[in-house]
């Protein structure tokens, strides 16, 4: 049986013919490579194997092989479906301070307005959060985990209570009496808001998983939703019995159709992007598209309080009777 030699003499055509690494002929083969791989939306499978020189594969019993692989795209650590994410985050900060200064200026002394400018305000804590968390991500592949977690906390509050803004009204809050009763509904909102913040916490303790950097996946995507059917529910138990006692059905039918789109579009979005849309672009759609919706909505609200022909405004001055 002829000795096999010991030396690689081929081992730059194995280096080349599987990774086209450039691998150095001195005999120093380094344990960093570096690579270049032009692969645009597609899922990526590493499969590593030891081999001896002649291409067969090598019996490594008693060896521990530890491969660290860090892939970056464009030299950034997003991956295609999140790349450029923060620019998104910094044109939504831009479009909630042009909302929230349009609110400043036209409706200040608004009731309801007031409300959704506190609301606004936790929005725009959250974006700037999110937007510094992926500025770093972007650089280190890690973020900030608090700026993360604080910011996914406030997204979800600021969710709830425009929800909640949604659901006084249609009970007739600003149309059949001014007063909002604080006492009796602070403890189920905070309750709400305290039980999000609390599974939002245990889900992105967790490394490794979707839901940590994606609040549609996982149980806290499922407990978003579920809520979010429950407060469509009660506005539609709201905007029944309001309609029996308000004669302006254009302004039934406004308020209706502006607050189901907000409160049922998560779940209706997140569901049509799990069937239709690929997996790479789920989370840039489900995003953009609830975060457009949702401004469109507070634009909806800054305009009917702040402009004196539409129905609501009419209402809530009670220049005419509504009775």
Not at 75 to 81: D, K, M, T, W, Y
Not at 130 to 137: A, D, G, M, Q
Not at 222 to 227: A, G, H, N, R, T
Request: glycine residues 6%; proline residues 1%.
């Amino acid at each position: 049986m002829q000795k096999r030699e010991s030396r690689c003499i081929n081992k730059r055509q194995l280096g080349t013919y599987q990774e086209r690494e450039k691998l150095p002929l001195n005999g120093d083969w380094s344990n960093i490579q570096e690579k270049k791989i032009n692969l645009y939306y597609r899922d990526k499978i590493y499969i590593v194997a030891t081999s001896d020189c002649d291409g067969g594969l090598a019996k490594v019993e008693g060896y521990q092989i530890e491969i660290e692989i860090t892939s970056l795209n464009n030299a950034s650590h997003f991956s295609c479906e999140d790349n450029g994410i923060q620019k998104l985050y910094g044109i939504q900060i831009i479009g909630s301070i042009f909302i929230g200064a349009y609110c400043l200026i036209k409706g200040k002394d608004d009731l309801f307005i007031k409300y959704v400018m506190r609301v606004l305000l936790i929005d725009i804590i959250a974006e700037l959060l999110f937007f510094l968390h992926y500025t770093v991500y972007s650089y280190n592949g890690v973020g900030i985990y608090l700026f993360d977690l604080l910011g996914s906390i406030c997204n979800n509050t600021s969710q709830l209570l425009f929800a909640f803004l949604f659901i006084a009204l249609s009970q007739g809050w600003t149309i059949l009496k001014q007063e909002l009763n604080i006492v009796q509904i602070l403890p189920f909102i905070s309750m709400i808001v305290i039980y999000q913040s609390i599974m939002m916490i245990i889900i992105k303790y967790f490394d490794g998983s979707e839901d940590k950097y994606h609040n549609f996946y996982g149980i806290g995507g499922w407990l978003l939703m579920l809520s979010k059917i429950g407060l469509t529910f009660l506005y539609s138990i709201g905007i029944y019995n309001l309609s029996k006692q308000v004669k302006q059905k254009q302004f039934i039918v406004l308020i209706t159709i502006v607050g189901f789109l907000y409160q049922i579009h998560y779940p209706v979005v997140v569901f049509i992007s799990e069937v239709f849309v690929v997996p790479y672009w789920k989370n840039r759609v489900i995003t953009m598209t609830t975060i457009l919706i949702s401004h469109l909505c507070m634009v909806f609200c800054a305009f009917i309080c702040t402009t004196k022909s539409t129905a609501y405004f009419q209402l809530k001055n009670q220049s005419q009777t509504i009775i």
